[in-house]
């Protein structure tokens, strides 16, 4: 099967057709293309800003004022058809770096913070073909922080070793993961270890790599019929001491979980079999009443909802919103800190960054943090955007 990627695709065609002609330099108008939300304290002020990724070039940030009034700072471009963010201290100096993928580029970055909120770009890899997830943790259990990537065009689950001083040695877990687009790393079996966890859209898969230790990495599927695979998580879910996993699939249109037996055997459970192209996952105690609730994007359905976990994991659809066109990602935290948890999403086609403030009920007043997530003037990019 060719690899199309039927969500990245269509989401294309339907860019390209809203457009009125065909413009490659950036002029500081708008653009069709936030895909991907992340938020952290990345200034170290003691409230959450917002980090997100742009399909056209670009990894940007938007400061927190402490009032939740957001300024946009950029930090990486160009970066071709940027399609992850991550955040995390890379160097181990007590701030906040950043890390991206870019599709067209083939890359997986991450820029360094000087503690000032400046960044300096330091490229991992820039032959990654069709690099599409980010995610950081110490893999191998040395103190410093590695870095993990999936890649749909090499069809390949990386991770690239810290040796302490930033220089970074890639590792490949699989090479043959058909159209590998979300990775994701935790410790699955208890076993004091990183395991690492794929999803793979054309293959239908979500999987998951044992580490024995020395990370050698030992394959485990976890499902192969599921169809059009977009995203991974891996959480408590049933609150049974064992970890769970949480996968989207944007063809099937699912939300789905995977119980822990405790012994690595997965049951499956659908949460949502009509979230039409599912895009994103994420789970964390919406409602604080102490259990593990779910949240999902779904592209075609241009929504971002929730799922209240009843405490024995039956879950109850709650819509936060289905007109944010092309709902592409969800995120989830104390924005505000209020003491309760707010949403994030990015939308492909509405071209924003929103968080929806939580009151406390689960009642969602939403804010635009940014609208035209855009190109610095001068810049070219991987794709037209409308002319004036």
């Known amino acids: 099967?060719?690899?199309?990627?039927?969500?990245?695709?269509?989401?294309?065609?339907?860019?390209?057709?809203?457009?009125?002609?065909?413009?490659?330099?950036?002029?500081?108008?708008?653009?069709?293309?936030?895909?991907?939300?992340?938020?952290?304290?990345?200034?170290?002020?003691?409230?959450?800003?917002?980090?997100?990724?742009?399909?056209?070039?670009?990894?940007?940030?938007?400061?927190?004022?402490?009032?939740?009034?957001?300024?946009?700072?950029?930090?990486?471009?160009?970066?071709?058809?940027?399609?992850?963010?991550?955040?995390?201290?890379?160097?181990?100096?007590?701030?906040?770096?950043?890390?991206?993928?870019?599709?067209?580029?083939?890359?997986?970055?991450?820029?360094?913070?000087?503690?000032?909120?400046?960044?300096?770009?330091?490229?991992?890899?820039?032959?990654?073909?069709?690099?599409?997830?980010?995610?950081?943790?110490?893999?191998?259990?040395?103190?410093?922080?590695?870095?993990?990537?999936?890649?749909?065009?090499?069809?390949?689950?990386?991770?690239?070793?810290?040796?302490?001083?930033?220089?970074?040695?890639?590792?490949?877990?699989?090479?043959?993961?058909?159209?590998?687009?979300?990775v994701y790393a935790t410790d699955v079996d208890g076993d004091g270890d990183v395991d690492v966890l794929g999803a793979a859209e054309i293959e239908g898969a979500i999987t998951w790599w044992e580490n024995e230790g020395s990370e050698s990495f030992t394959e485990h599927p976890v499902v192969d019929n599921f169809e059009g695979a977009s995203s991974v998580y891996a959480t408590d879910v049933d609150r049974d001491g064992d970890v769970d996993i949480l996968g989207a699939a944007h063809v099937a249109n699912g939300i789905t979980w995977w119980e822990n037996d405790g012994n690595e055997n997965f049951v499956e459970y659908a949460i949502a079999n009509d979230f039409r192209d599912a895009a994103s996952v994420y789970a964390t105690d919406l409602d604080s009443d102490g259990d593990v609730d779910v949240l999902g994007a779904a592209t075609d359905a241009h929504a971002i909802s929730w799922w209240e976990n009843g405490g024995d994991e039956n879950f109850t659809e709650h819509n936060i919103t289905d007109d944010f066109y092309g709902a592409a990602s969800v995120y989830a935290t104390d924005v505000d800190g209020d003491g309760d948890v707010d949403v994030l999403g990015a939308g492909f086609v509405a071209d924003r960054l929103t968080w929806w403030e939580n009151d406390g009920r689960q009642n969602f007043i939403e804010h635009t943090i940014a609208r035209n997530v855009e190109c610095e003037e001068g810049y070219r990019c991987a794709f037209p955007q409308a002319c004036d």
């Open 1 to 182: 099967m060719e690899k199309r990627w039927s969500t990245l695709i269509a989401l294309l065609g339907l860019q390209l057709a809203m457009l009125a002609c065909s413009c490659c330099e950036y002029r500081g108008s708008g653009s069709i293309g936030a895909w991907s939300v992340y938020a952290t304290d990345v200034d170290g002020d003691g409230d959450v800003d917002v980090l997100g990724a742009a399909m056209h070039c670009d990894i940007t940030w938007w400061e927190n004022d402490g009032k939740e009034n957001f300024t946009q700072h950029t930090i990486g471009q160009p970066f071709n058809v940027a399609v992850s963010v991550h955040a995390t201290d890379v160097d181990r100096d007590g701030d906040v770096d950043v890390l991206g993928a870019a599709k067209s580029d083939n890359a997986i970055a991450w820029w360094e913070n000087d503690g000032k909120e400046n960044f300096t770009r330091h490229t991992i890899v820039d032959n990654f073909e069709g690099a599409f997830s980010v995610y950081a943790t110490d893999v191998d259990g040395d103190g410093d922080v590695d870095i993990l990537g999936a890649a749909g065009y090499a069809d390949a689950i990386t991770w690239w070793e810290n040796d302490g001083n930033h220089n970074f040695i890639g590792h490949t877990i699989k090479d043959d993961f058909n159209a590998a687009v979300s």
